[in-house]
């Protein structure tokens, strides 16, 4: 059982880049976030999705694009990378309980944009 | 303010102490309450969770809930170093299937 993985692990852009960071999660979990982390800052929601089909924006969604085609997977996109989006990237996926989300997280992905 | 407030630390403690580590939250409706730990360059992993008041054991760590006080707080028993890590806690946003976190606070436990 790999639960939430994400590739690649790190990487490097040159600003006006595009690029999408992938994430895959195996518990069949209805719900999926895309967070970033900077330091002072703690975790961020980027985007969340509640099931295939459904996504909403969160705190910062500006600049990024996401889609949910399938149960399993939950891809971000970078269309025009800015040196702004240099953070670590996680991608959670939960499930409800008692009105709870019990979520579990990626390794993340490191993005520098130069 | 913040929904969920945390002090950032650093705290740093000998081994074997206690730790307290600490959250405040605004929205007394807030019911469920999480604790992750975060390891340097890895993503957080659920520690424990409650739901509603009260107290929660699960080996050497204790989570607390006071919703009078609306604080939250995490109890580590005889620490060891190897629980160095940032710790947050987080809680479902009302009305939304998402989590709002503290800022997380880094723990250092020095043998």
Redesign the interface.
């Known amino acids: 059982n790999a639960g939430v993985t994400q590739t690649p692990k790190f990487q490097v852009l040159k600003t006006g880049q595009s690029m999408t960071l992938q994430c895959a999660q195996d518990m069949n979990h209805e719900y999926m976030s895309w967070y970033r982390q900077d330091p002072g800052m703690g975790l961020r929601l980027i985007h969340y999705s509640v099931g295939a089909g459904i996504t909403d924006q969160g705190e910062v969604p500006n600049g990024y694009n996401v889609s949910r085609s399938t149960t399993e997977d939950f891809p971000l996109r970078l269309l025009s990378a800015a040196p702004s989006q240099t953070s670590v990237y996680f991608c959670a996926s939960s499930y409800s309980n008692q009105g709870g989300y019990i979520q579990y997280f990626g390794a993340g992905t490191r993005l520098s944009v130069l | 303010q913040k929904e969920v407030e945390q002090d950032?630390g650093p705290l740093s403690v000998p081994e074997g102490a206690i730790v307290s580590l600490n959250c405040t939250y605004s929205n007394s409706a807030f019911?469920?309450f999480?604790w992750?730990r975060q390891y340097s360059?890895?993503?957080?992993?659920?520690l424990m969770?409650t739901?509603s008041s009260g107290n929660k054991e699960d080996g050497r760590f204790t989570a607390q809930v006071d919703k009078s006080s609306k604080y939250i707080s995490l109890f580590i028993r005889d620490s060891q170093p190897s629980d160095s890590a940032t710790y947050?806690c987080?809680t479902?946003q009302l009305g939304a299937?998402?989590?709002v976190?503290?800022?997380?606070t880094r723990l250092t436990i020095n043998p």
């Not at chain 2, 360059?41 to 659920?46: I, V």
């Not at chain 2, 976190?101 to 997380?104: A, E, S, V």
């Open positions: 950032p019911q469920y999480m992750y360059r890895k993503g957080p992993e659920l969770y739901y947050l987080a479902p299937q998402k989590l976190f503290g800022q997380g």
